[in-house]
């Protein structure tokens, strides 16, 4: 096995050393910004799966979301119980809220992917790996140019999170679905 491939394993299967240091790394991001720029990805193995490469351009930043608040507030007063159940307000999942929320941080980046990297019972905390449109690196990836040239590609649910809450993941599922 490679060395990335020991990364995820030690990701999906912490031992208790592990998930005391993920528990000390949470006390200190709670006390960091919302939005912060890092260097380096946390979990080295997802980022580069989901096409982070350590050049320019590429920028990492670990977006906090709050968790919770997504159901519709309770009815107070004489109505009907049908209009009173709790309903979704929100049909988006807390990585695509992250994902927007970076790219109103940074406008002149693109989404490119991201992914979770801790939740506690209050956050949730994404790396959100972004591209620089106009860098040199990005513009000469014949890739990475197709994905910069999508301006607002996250705001029009074209990023891998989005597409999920979609019902887009799974290829023929909508299609079987609407016969």
């Not at 020991?6 to 299967?13: F, N």
Request: proline share 3%.
């Amino acid at each position: 096995m490679g060395m990335y491939k020991y990364l995820r394993e030690a990701w999906k299967k912490p031992t208790d050393s592990i998930i005391e240091v993920q528990r000390q790394r949470m006390i200190s991001w709670r006390k960091q910004p919302v939005t912060l720029r890092i260097e380096h990805p946390t979990r080295i193995d997802r980022a580069r799966s989901l096409g982070y490469k350590a050049k320019q351009g590429f920028i990492i930043v670990r977006q906090r979301v709050n968790r919770g608040g997504k159901m519709r507030e309770d009815n107070l007063g004489g109505r009907r119980p049908k209009t009173s159940r709790l309903k979704k307000v929100l049909d988006k999942n807390y990585q695509t809220i992250a994902e927007e929320r970076a790219a109103r941080k940074y406008v002149n980046c693109e989404v490119l992917n991201s992914y979770l990297v801790g939740k506690d019972g209050k956050h949730a905390w994404f790396e959100v790996i972004m591209i620089d449109r106009c860098h040199p690196n990005i513009t000469r990836d014949l890739h990475l140019r197709m994905v910069a040239a999508q301006r607002g590609r996250v705001y029009r649910g074209l990023t891998s999170a989005s597409r999920k809450s979609r019902g887009l993941r799974n290829k023929g599922f909508g299609a079987e679905k609407a016969r």
